[in-house]
Nanobody, 129 residues
Framework: QVQLVESGGGLVQAGASLRLSCAASGRTFSSSAMGWFRQAPGKERDFVAAINWSGGSTSYADSVKGRFTISRDNAKNTVYLQMNSLKPEDTAVYYC??????????????????????WGQGTQVTVSS
């Protein structure tokens, strides 16, 4: 079992930065791939970024490449999403998710929400223009 709690969301202006955190509890965090997803009102939950168990493999949605960075600290049981140059279209509820595996996240499977067994409650990010 893994319990996930996101934090760090808020209201910012376009061009600003935010860092989201996802604190995990449970024994399988350090052997889990972690993903960040986002969902805007009336839209599907979309992939943002993923990182493998060691941090050695990452994957990003094209819309955030070069602006967002996913990282993890297994000693702190935490995964982060550094978001720079935020745009109004980044506005959404951001969720972290866990999938117990030691596979590389280069596989496109990790962009699919349903493969993730554990989810946090989400944190709102609002970017004003």
């Amino acid at each position: 079992q893994v319990q996930l709690v996101e934090s760090g969301g808020g209201l910012v202006q376009a061009g600003a930065s935010l860092r989201l955190s996802c604190a995990a509890s449970g024994r399988t965090f350090s052997s889990s791939a972690m993903g960040w997803f986002r969902q805007a009102p009336g839209k599907e939950r979309d992939f943002v970024a993923a990182i493998n168990w060691s941090g050695g493999s990452t994957s990003y949605a094209d819309s955030v490449k070069g602006r967002f960075t996913i990282s993890r600290d297994n000693a702190k049981n935490t995964v982060y999403l550094q978001m720079n140059s935020l745009k109004p279209e980044d506005t959404a509820v951001y969720y972290c998710a866990a999938h117990p595996t030691v596979q590389s996240v280069a596989n496109n499977l990790f962009k699919i929400p349903r493969i993730y067994e554990y989810w946090g409650q989400g944190t709102q990010v609002t970017v004003s223009s």
